[in-house]
């Protein structure tokens, strides 16, 4: 019998109100033993949450197509936009195009909406250094995957948006990544791509790298890529949905068993490439969100990929009606086996001091 327990019953028979002054005494006790504990475990998510918040205003910030104050420059041609901007003690002036009222004025809710989201940061980085974070910077093996994933970048999000069935080429994906904008496309399809700048943008960035990938990280994921189509893109599917050309109906999840199904694999005893792969296609056959699970997957499998240095995961667009048949197999209950091989033998894009047997 427990300490306390044994404790109680003896001393309860003399003195009656004895179990209430033993509560008292033993909170006083653990409350002066441990009076931080709490505050600790506090500071600890928000400062998580903080650092998520900035990762996701980087992101918008490095979505807005111009960078600065818009200028208006005349010569006996005409009347011409630029961008001033202040780089180090330099100041910049970027030729934008021809002057029009409406660019102008795109222009200037562009260095509006710029300086805004700065502004936010500023605070952000306050509040982070009023709760005692210190930034770290990752390891040099870290370092060098996230130059590759941003090397690789373009072609990434072409490759997903090949994946999820976007009509464009790798021109116009080139051109809604640098300019937010292009022609011969759907809004809907062009949003899908700014999304997926978004989502990676997030994830590449070096504190976001540091943090965990675990279920409330594929949520933000998943909210990004959903953004625009719903309001809460992030959160767990409670409706039931089908797969198009597959028998496969995904049941509804439960958010504790995606939780520990997540936890078990990142702490299993697999290779990091196995492991990224069961989370990219656990994802995916759940169907964890109403929409956006394949690319949700994808960017949250080399989240843990790149957070080790362990290369990038990309379904090639030459690929793709192969994997799409494997994952429909998969879906329908064949052994995974054939896709988890023809991901790590097509799809894994490794860094050059990566073993073969990874």
């Known amino acids: 019998m427990h300490f306390r327990e044994l404790l109680k019953i003896e001393s309860c028979k003399k003195f009656p109100n004895f179990e209430l002054i033993f509560r008292e005494l033993f ?27 900035k990762a ?28 001033r901007k202040r780089v180090g003690s330099r100041l910049t ?27 936010s940061i500023r605070k952000l980085d306050k509040e982070l250094a009023e709760i005692g974070y210190v930034k770290e910077k990752p390891d040099a093996k870290v370092i060098l995957n ?23 080429t790798f021109p116009q994906t080139e051109d809604i990544i640098e300019n937010g904008t292009v022609n011969g496309m759907t809004a809907t399809d062009v949003q899908k791509v700014l999304n997926l700048k978004h989502a990676w943008e997030f994830i ?9 990938s675990d279920y409330y990280l594929l949520c933000h994921i998943a909210k990004l890529v959903n ?9 767990i599917r409670g409706v ?11 049941p509804i999840p439960i958010e504790s068993v995606v939780k520990e199904c997540i936890h078990d694999i990142t702490c ?25 699970n394949k690319r949700a997957s994808v960017i949250f499998a080399n989240h843990f990929l790149i957070s080790r240095g362990e290369g990038l995961l990309s379904v090639p667009e030459k690929h793709v009606s192969k994997f799409k048949k494997l994952l429909v197999d998969y879906y329908e209950g064949e052994r995974s086996d054939k896709i988890r091989e023809f991901l790590k033998a097509n799809c894994w894009i490794r860094m050059q001091s990566t073993s073969k047997d990874r």
Do not use: W
């Not at 205003?57 to 961008?83: C, F, H, M, Q, T």
């Not at 021809?98 to 660019?103: E, F, H, K």
């Not at 953004?227 to 959160?235: A, H, V």
């Not at 196995?274 to 109403?290: G, H, N, R, W």
């Open 146 to 168: 996230l130059d590759l994933a941003r090397a690789n970048l373009k072609t990434s999000i072409y490759d997903q948006a090949v994946l999820e069935g976007v009509s464009t």
């Open 204 to 212: 590449l960035d070096e504190d976001i790298i540091s943090a965990d």
């Open 93 to 119: 002036s970027t030729y934008v195009d021809s002057y029009s009222d409406d660019l102008y004025q795109l222009l200037l809710r562009n260095a509006k909406e710029g300086r805004e989201i700065k502004k």
């Open 27 to 53: 909170d006083t006790i653990s409350s002066e033993k441990f009076p931080k504990g709490g505050e600790h475990m506090s500071d600890l998510g928000k400062m998580k949450e903080l650092i998520q918040e």
């Open 56 to 83: 996701e205003l980087e992101a918008r910030l490095s979505l807005l197509p111009y960078d600065g104050s818009p200028e208006i420059k005349e010569n006996s041609s005409g009347k011409y936009l630029y961008v």
């Open 227 to 235: 953004e625009g189509f719903y309001s809460d893109g992030g959160r």
């Open 268 to 292: 299993s005893d697999k290779t990091t490439i196995d492991k990224a792969i069961e989370l990219c296609l656990y994802s995916m056959k759940t169907q964890v969100f109403p929409d956006g």
């Open 240 to 250: 039931p949905v089908t797969i198009g050309g597959c028998k496969y109906t995904p």
